[in-house]
């Protein structure tokens, strides 16, 4: 905050020298659109005036453009496989300056301490990390997770000053239902900003579903969903994560009249994503290739999210407002020169320059707990030869429901990787319950071999897809031993891994060593048949997420995700 005000405002007159000035750069105004040249004046992290200005301290921009830190509108910073500060250290020089993170992944593996985790983690950092407490944990009653939170468990975080309201409420049923539970949290505080997750709701349900007080979405995949949400008064997150790209299919949606209620979010993008095209800076660079005007999509990056949580003094270059300033060369490339936050440079041609404070992460390891896992444990009784099957949709979160002839051996299902039919297994890691939800997967491509991982959406199980029962169990032992993270085993043998000890969803190590380790994880699974147009680990990640229709697998079983309910693997049951 500005302590000496009476200063600042003499600043701001020319009365006094700033402490830095930025020379020359051609700034945006984000109210009108347009770019003016001039001068900023920074004094006590905050931009006291734009014009013609002189400091204690200078950096000469040099005709540069001046642009308003970028804001991630909706993260989860454990997808990026990161500890909070090695994330920072990623995003940062691609000029995104704020998140706003649900941590509601960590939240299930470890219930509040996990939410605290984060929160004394990404404290002192050169990245403004603001929190959405996470609304579903567990995402449903399908699963079981680490951890169950109510109303009563997450109520004294909302005095917290980087919480800002309540994270996507995925329970949709239980909002339309008039779950107590739920119910409970809608209504913890008068006013609470409640974020979204809907995908396909349409028509009165999503009447209901805004009228609960949920205010945003971004799982919309189509153009028509873009178009009801903002209908019904609810922001607009268009996501370009790792997994799921919806820009295109939203591009019609946006024009003068909808962008500003339109914002950028990733959810979800991996290091080698990040380090390879950047953050919110690449969704911008994407939406004014497909000609969205360049003040709206700068607007959806910086003053559009910070209006929407309230971050006042956010999201634009003007007076009173933090002085995070990005500086591009105006090349295209979208990738800043500089990163000034509150003032400070920060980041210059893509390095951090600033230090990031030691945390201590061991106190969220060795939270993997599985009961022994036998070949037997993976076996699926299949009398009548057809199977409900996971269908992948490229590109997607969603999944098919299919019904499919599937190969047998004395009426136990086998995987048949000719047809792209192969067993999927997750099995509850947090207590050693022993519980094992059993199906089928087509779609994935692998030939041979397994791919396992403690990243899987949202309960955070372990999930593995495999073409051999054997190296289903390799992977499952191997997982265990690394404490969490990813395995791929061919052959008896592991192939490649990656360990993140931090909850099983993080890891204290480097960016770029973590992408590599993936990179290799992910040339693994292309050569034992994974296709180009599927994303081995995101893909996995997903598979249990029993929100996301159609057909999801759990530690508990099949879920038929519309209808809400288990479904038996052989389709020749009566469910």
């Not at 007159?13 to 004046?41: H, M, N, R």
């Not at 995925?170 to 779950?179: K, Q």
């Not at 692998?446 to 199980?461: C, I």
């Not at 699974?525 to 029993?546: I, K, N, Q, W, Y």
Request: hydrophobic share 45%; net charge negative.
């Amino acid at each position: 905050m500005i302590e000496d005000l009476e200063r600042f405002t003499a600043v701001a007159q020319g009365k006094a020298p700033a402490e830095l000035v930025i020379q020359g750069a051609k700034i945006y105004q984000s109210f009108t659109g347009t770019f003016a040249a001039g001068d900023i004046a920074i004094d006590q992290g905050y931009i006291a005036g734009l014009g013609d200005y002189a400091g204690r301290e200078t950096i000469a921009a040099e005709g540069r453009y001046a642009l308003p830190g970028f804001i991630d509108g909706h993260i989860h910073v454990e997808s990026s496989l990161l500890s909070p500060g090695e994330f920072a250290r990623a995003v940062v020089p691609t000029g995104t300056t704020a998140v706003v993170t649900d941590p509601h992944e960590i939240a299930n593996v470890a219930g509040i301490p996990g939410i605290r985790y984060m929160m004394n983690a990404s404290r002192n950092l050169p990245l403004d990390t603001f929190f959405m407490l996470p609304s579903c944990v567990p995402a449903t009653e399908l699963e079981d997770g680490g951890a169950h939170l109510l109303a009563k468990d997450l109520a004294p975080l909302l005095d917290e000053p980087r919480v800002l309201g309540l994270a996507e409420m995925m329970n949709v049923p239980g909002v339309l239902a008039g779950d107590p539970v739920v119910y409970d949290k809608l209504m913890m505080r008068h006013g609470l900003q409640i974020e979204g997750h809907a995908p396909g709701v349409m028509g009165k349900p999503l009447m209901a579903y805004a009228a609960a007080g949920i205010s945003s979405d971004h799982e919309c995949v189509t153009a028509e969903e873009g178009w009801a949400r903002l209908a019904a008064g609810m922001y607009l997150e268009i996501r370009e994560g790792s997994a799921a790209h919806n820009l295109a299919a939203l591009r019609s949606v946006i024009n003068e009249q909808t962008a500003p209620f339109c914002l950028f979010v990733t959810d979800d993008r991996h290091p080698a994503d990040i380090l390879e095209r950047g953050h919110i800076n690449s969704i911008v660079k994407s939406a004014v290739e497909a000609g969205v005007s360049l003040s709206a999509a700068i607007n959806m990056a910086t003053v559009n999210p910070a209006r929407y949580f309230g971050l006042k003094e956010r999201g634009v270059l003007a007076p009173h407002r933090i002085a995070d300033i990005l500086l591009f060369d105006g090349h295209g490339s979208w990738r800043p020169s500089h990163v000034l936050k509150s003032g400070v440079l920060a980041a210059r041609e893509g390095s951090l320059l600033l230090g990031l404070p030691e945390t201590e992460d061991e106190m969220l390891y060795h939270t993997v707990h599985i009961a022994p896992v036998e070949k037997e444990n993976l076996a699926i009784p299949l009398p009548s030869g057809r199977a409900h099957v996971i269908g992948l949709v490229p590109g997607q979160l969603l999944t098919e429901k299919l019904t499919l002839p599937v190969k047998t051996e004395e009426g136990w299902a086998v995987a048949d990787p000719e047809r792209d039919i192969l067993k999927l297994a997750v099995v509850e890691r947090h207590h050693a319950t022993g519980r094992i939800g059993l199906g089928l997967l087509s779609g994935y491509g692998l030939k041979r071999g397994a791919v396992a991982s403690t990243v899987g959406h949202d309960s955070h199980n372990l999930i593995v897809a495999g073409a051999d029962d054997e190296d289903m169990v390799t992977a499952i032992r191997e997982i265990q031993r690394i404490g969490g993270g990813f395995v791929i085993a061919a052959g008896g043998e592991v192939l490649a891994s990656l360990p993140l000890p931090i909850g099983g969803l993080m890891t204290s190590r480097a960016a770029r060593e973590v992408a590599r380790d993936n990179a290799w994880l992910i040339q693994t699974a292309r050569r034992l048949g994974v296709g180009e147009g599927c994303d081995p680990l995101m893909t996995l990640a997903f598979l249990s997420l029993p929100v996301i229709p159609a057909l999801k697998l759990t530690d508990r079983g099949l879920v038929d995700v519309e209808a809400g309910k288990f479904l038996p693997v052989d389709a020749g049951e009566t469910p």
